[in-house]
Nanobody
């Protein structure tokens, strides 16, 4: 099973920005599509955004217009640019891969990272 490593989390004031990154620990790992999910404390994990190598994307309604997902095919690195952050964006963010189509439904993903925490104080 591929190990996905997230980075870029932290604490930022409301209205600020963060960029999350995700890379596989094995340089030979490739996935047609990858995505970001998040889990608020005490709640189920939810989809945030997904992208495939053709650039097709999918976003949750709650982040549309604020978050941008991108995949650097050359470096096999997934990014999530998060702008205009809100306190409700506070969550553990997970990178996921091994999907066949970009979707924010987690049952279609086979590989997962350990998560990186994002905090937006109210």
């Amino acid at each position: 099973q591929a190990q996905l490593v997230e980075s870029g989390g932290g604490s930022v004031q409301a209205g600020g920005s963060l960029r999350l990154s995700c890379s596989p620990s094995r340089s030979t790992y490739r996935s047609y599509c990858m995505g970001w999910f998040r889990q608020h404390a005490g709640k189920q994990r939810e989809g945030v955004a997904a992208v495939d190598t053709d650039g097709l994307t999918s976003y949750a309604d709650s982040v549309k217009g604020r978050f941008t997902i991108s995949l650097d095919n050359a470096n096999n690195t997934l990014y999530l640019q998060m702008n205009s952050l809100l306190p409700e964006d506070t969550a553990m963010y997970y990178c996921a891969a091994d999907c066949v189509t970009p979707t924010v439904m987690e049952q279609y993903f086979g590989d997962w990272g350990q998560g990186t925490e994002v905090t937006v104080p109210s």
